[in-house]
């Protein structure tokens, strides 16, 4: 009885082994395609991925010094951005959690009730930046004012303490 259930042990393994021996080459060029399709897919993205990132750069740069010039703009700017960060970041919660629901719910018209939800909530987000976008206008409205009371007093200034001096 030993014998044979030893007999069995080394038939099945002897099995499993030349099993396994037939799909290692099948397996290896599967592998070897796989690899092949990657690297000649990240061969043609390169010069795509260089081309936006170089792009993307000369614009970062652009707004930068158009920022730094132009002080009202940079003004306008951070305040919308402080306006409509909280409305965005709510926005963007309430999408992903409107989505999960209906993607664990429905099954069928996902993307039709999806897209219903979202313009609902696009409709309060659409108010809630226009206000952000008023005071995004008056407060660039009042710092422009003052930008320009302070860059008058600048250019002024010299003059202004000549003509003190003299008269002292």
């Known amino acids: 009885m030993a014998d044979r259930v030893a007999q069995a042990g080394t038939n099945i393994g002897r099995n499993v082994k030349d099993t396994a021996q037939a799909y290692v080459p099948d397996a290896q060029a599967a592998e070897g395609m796989a ?23 000369w614009m970062i740069g652009v707004s930068r010094e158009l920022m730094e010039r132009f002080p009202p703009l940079k003004c306008f700017v951070y305040t919308m951005a402080a306006a409509s960060a909280v409305p ?7 999408g992903a959690a409107t989505g999960s629901v209906v993607l664990g719910v429905a099954g069928t018209i996902v993307t039709v009730v999806q897209g219903f939800i979202l313009a609902i909530g696009a409709f309060f987000l659409f108010w809630w ?8 206008c008056v407060t660039t409205f009042w710092f422009s004012g003052g930008y320009l009371v ?19």
């Open 35 to 57: 690899v092949s399709v990657v690297n000649r897919t990240k061969e043609m993205m390169a010069p795509v991925v260089s081309t936006v990132s170089g792009y993307t750069g």
């Open 88 to 94: 965005v970041s709510v926005f963007l919660g309430y």
């Open 129 to 136: 930046l226009l206000g952000a976008f008023a005071v995004a």
């Open 150 to 168: 302070y860059s008058a007093y600048k250019r002024i200034q010299p003059t202004i303490q000549g003509a003190v001096q003299s008269a002292t």
